[in-house]
């Protein structure tokens, strides 16, 4: 029998109005089955799963016995401070950070000036949640549940433990699973967050294209609406193992206002061959209170002074003091600064904020009315530091790649190694975890592989700042279609990054123009590429750097005869004499070493410019 129960709690992610306990019985070879009761089940109720659900604010105690031997048990103290009819994302601790040294030719930061108050005591308040789906524990059979293959592919299962989960059997293929229709008024920016719990039904050969995944998409919508907030924040491996639950957790961005959301649950496969599985605890929630600006990871450039103001706009309801404080871990870094109230939206900045991050930023909303009715949430990942805009021709976007197959290529792509490097989706409004291929909407951006998560990748290592990076550019164009019928792209950037500040533009272009400057020499070349920064300055709004690279063949001239310091245009990436394993097949895009270098060379630029000091 039983000697020992202990049990494993894990609030790191995410905060549930209920959460499922997780126990551990000793020797592994005794029964485990357990029985669960509460103290006060008008404070905390308790499942015969563990499923610990908040009832109203108190303290109870959970209590975990051995059905074999009632002498062992374990005790878990519960304390409820809240329970909400509001939504909101969860608290996560922010990392700490190392600032970076301040740099001249700043772009100049966001300044909304505002109201500010510095409460000497704030209410106190609970992230709280609603979960979306019913039924999420099968502990109903099938109930709200489907697949998206067979009315009979889903089945109740109840394990020897008497847990009751969802079977998924007879698959199709590698898109067969579980799916559900969400359904409320989602609006642009909402953040859904889900987990749930996945067991395979027997072991077998582990492929590193086989994971398990969570999609949304709209109702009859080929666009996905909803954009993962970070790199597979969702896909569990499981190394062919069966015997042992695997928990997955995320969060996606709603990207357009829509009333009902599609959700499905799959393994993807490597091969032909499919598996069943096991699903349990499944959670969905979302929040009322949504943050446009900063969204998560999002990244702002510094001034000379080494600091930037932190933009923020809350949508919610009227009649709220709303405020908002940045945090590292536990320590504050602002004081409570109040936005000021726009029918159903609250603006401001937190100002003077340090180089740095990643920060937390906490936003509370109090009632005007009621002191007590308070709404909390927060953005896990802000930063000050260094972004750029990056464009130009196919060796500035996703066109890197090793291997030239019949009909495809494969190869190429890279990743940040450091966390504080992000990429920006400008058609989403999201900011991502940096890996290629580099969000893009130019119409020709390519699926393959770029130098920027490598250049992010230096940077921050050299700075100790985060860096934030858009990428516009468009495959075989010359600089007067990027002047003319693309430049669309570099405006979109320009004026998504308006809230954030810019660094500078990063420019590889010129294999197009090959023909054009043999035969009409630099001049019509070099025009164009000036009225092009002119116009992108324009839209900035302020003499926006530019580095152009000098990419070899016939073109060095007139590309480095653009720079000029006095200018504020400089030399950045010198890629003439990268040949032979720096390519690719087709000896003109790059390989994933010509990539890696091609960073590198980019942060060099960067650093010998701004910060040769």
Request: glycine content about 8%; hydrophobic content about 30%.
């Amino acid at each position: 029998s039983a000697y020992e129960i202990t049990v494993l709690l894990d609030f790191r992610r995410f905060l549930f109005i209920s959460f499922r306990l997780k126990v551990n019985v000793f020797p592994k070879k005794a029964n485990n089955k357990v029985y669960y009761k509460s103290s006060k089940k008008k404070v905390a109720a308790v499942n015969k799963k563990g499923k610990i659900k908040a009832m109203k604010k108190g303290v109870a105690h959970i209590t975990i016995t051995s059905k074999v031997n009632k002498k062992i048990k374990a005790k878990v103290k519960v304390t409820v401070k809240g329970v909400h009819t509001v939504k909101t994302s969860a608290n996560t601790p922010a990392p700490p950070d190392t600032a970076g040294t301040p740099i001249p030719n700043q772009s100049p930061a966001t300044d909304t000036p505002n109201e500010t108050e510095r409460p000497t005591e704030m209410p106190e308040s609970t992230p709280a949640v609603i979960n979306l789906c019913e039924n999420s524990d099968f502990e109903q059979g099938t109930t709200g549940w489907s697949t998206n293959y067979d009315l009979n592919g889903l089945q109740s299962y109840t394990e020897e433990d008497g847990n009751m989960c969802g079977l998924i059997t007879g698959r199709w293929n590698t898109a067969s699973g579980l799916t559900k229709t969400l359904t409320g008024d989602f609006k642009q920016g909402q953040i859904i967050s889900y987990s749930y719990r996945i067991k395979r039904t027997q072991s077998y050969k582990y492929y590193d294209t086989n994971y398990f995944v969570m999609s949304a998409t709209y109702n009859s919508d080929t666009d996905n609406p909803v954009k993962d907030t970070d790199i597979k924040p969702d896909n569990i491996m499981l190394y062919g193992e069966s015997d042992e639950w695997t928990t997955a957790q995320g969060k996606y961005i709603v990207t357009a206002d829509t009333k009902s959301i599609n959700i499905s649950i799959y393994e993807a496969l490597w091969g032909s061959e499919t598996y069943d599985f096991y699903i349990d605890d499944i959670v969905f929630t979302t929040e009322e209170l949504i943050v446009n600006i900063p969204r998560n990871r999002a990244v702002y450039q510094r001034n000379e002074n080494n600091t930037a103001n932190v933009t923020v706009d809350i949508k919610y309801k009227q009649g709220y003091n709303v405020y908002a404080k940045l945090w590292k871990g536990e320590q504050s870094v602002s004081d409570w600064t109040m936005l000021a109230e726009q029918n159903d939206s609250y603006t401001g900045s937190i100002n003077n904020v340090s180089a740095g991050g990643w920060y937390k930023l906490e936003i509370k909303a109090i009632n005007k009315a009621d002191d007590n009715n308070v709404v909390t949430t927060y953005v896990d990942k802000v930063g000050v530091g260094e972004v750029f805009i990056t464009g130009g021709q196919s060796n500035s976007c996703n066109f890197g790649f090793d291997i030239q197959l019949e009909n495809s290529r494969s190869g190429g792509h890279t990743a940040a190694k450091q966390d504080t490097v992000s990429s920006y989706d400008t058609k989403y409004d999201i900011w991502k975890y940096s890996y290629d291929p580099q969000p893009n909407y130019s119409g020709g951006g390519g699926n393959g592989g770029s130098p920027w998560p490598t250049f992010g990748d230096m940077l921050t290592e050299k700075l100790g700042v985060p860096i934030g990076l858009v990428s516009t550019g468009f495959g075989g164009r010359t600089i007067n279609q990027l002047l003319t019928e693309n430049y669309q792209p570099i405006k979109d950037a320009i004026d998504a990054l308006k809230p954030y500040g810019i660094r500078a533009f990063l420019i590889h272009q010129g294999c197009n123009d090959v023909d054009n400057v043999k035969a009409n020499g630099n001049g019509p070349y070099q025009e164009d590429f000036k009225a092009l920064i002119e116009k992108s300055r324009k839209d900035a709004g302020f003499e926006l750097p530019w580095f152009i690279a000098d990419i070899g063949y016939n073109m060095s001239d007139a590309q480095r005869g653009l720079c000029n310091n006095e200018d504020n245009i400089f030399l950045g990436a010198v890629t003439a004499d990268m040949w032979d394993n720096n390519r690719a097949p087709d000896n003109l895009h790059m390989s994933t070493a010509g990539l890696i270098e091609h960073g590198k060379r980019w942060a060099q630029a960067i650093l010998y410019q701004f910060f040769s000091n």
